[in-house]
């Protein structure tokens, strides 16, 4: 039978990098991301070392940059031809306002809008039976409204503001993706000691990474899931009552296409 092959955005650390780990232990032909190659070489050096008979690659790219997923995407058909599943794991929380090269704020640009460019390029590489797992976060039910005229922090910014309308998007694109006959799942992997939960949640107690990396692992590789489902962990859950809105999945892509 033949290696699915799957790629992990944000795999040199954290909770990719464990998810990435265990799926080369399972069998799975893994491609690891990251925007630093140095960085990315050392992980996929490591990871080669641990798992000498399963098929690792690297692939890098700044999710911040249209043209380098569009780069990605490229490096994924020239290495494999096809993508089996695909983890959108990168993420980031950013306690004070910045932009991206493109003039996003760091935290839209990264966790909602990346997922999204990602997903949409590389979904003709994704086979028959392909899955999209996408990390979003419990966080995402702190946003009980959208303020459509404050969606990148325009007026008013707080980091977990911006986080948690983030990761609502994630469970919203799911949904989406989902409706468009794209099998897709959304999840919060647990809380795990990462250096996002030390950036955004300084002296909270996480568990190890390979609790997230688990939890993707295990979405990504089981036979049948919820397609538009979210997650807790790997337990079906019910998200928040703005991820359940019958229309606002359509609504934030469309925001999100907008930015091309």
């Keep these: 039978m033949t290696a699915p092959v799957v790629l992990v955005t944000g795999s040199t650390d954290g909770i990719g990098r464990a998810a990435a780990g265990l799926l080369a232990a399972r069998g799975a032909s893994v491609l690891l991301h990251g925007k630093d190659p ?5 992980v996929l050096d490591d990871l080669r070392r641990r798992y000498p008979r399963a098929g690792l690659d690297l692939v890098t790219a700044d999710l911040r940059d249209p043209a380098a997923i569009d780069g990605l995407a490229d490096a994924v058909s020239e290495t494999h031809g096809r993508l089996d599943v695909l983890i ?3 993420g980031v929380f950013q306690q004070r306002r910045a932009l991206t090269p493109e003039g996003l704020e760091t935290t839209f640009a990264v966790n909602a809008l990346a997922p999204y460019r990602v997903t949409r390029t590389l979904l003709p590489l994704l086979s028959v039976r392909g899955r999209v797992v996408n990390t979003a976060s419990i966080a995402h039910m702190s946003t009980t409204a959208i303020d459509w ?3 990148q922090g325009e007026r008013r910014y707080d980091g977990h ?3 948690s309308l983030s990761k609502l998007g994630v469970v919203l694109m799911t ?6 006959g794209v099998e897709a799942v959304s999840l919060h ?3 795990c000691a990462t ?7 300084p002296g909270s107690q996480g568990a190890s990474p390979l609790l997230g990396g688990e939890n993707e692992a295990r979405l990504a590789t089981v036979e049948a899931v919820e397609s538009g489902g979210y997650y807790d962990q790997a337990v079906p859950a ?3 009552r703005l991820a359940r809105d019958p229309e606002l999945p359509h609504r934030w892509c469309r925001l999100l296409q907008s930015f091309g």
Excluded: H, M, T, W
């Design 189 to 191: 992997p647990g809380v």
């Design 88 to 90: 959108n794991n990168a």
């Design 238 to 240: 019910r998200p928040s």
């Design 175 to 180: 949904r989406e993706c989902a409706d468009r």
């Design 161 to 163: 503001a911006a986080y």
């Design 195 to 201: 250096k996002l939960l030390a950036a955004g949640f």
């Design 38 to 42: 140095v960085k990315g070489g050392q």
């Design 149 to 151: 005229d404050n969606i």
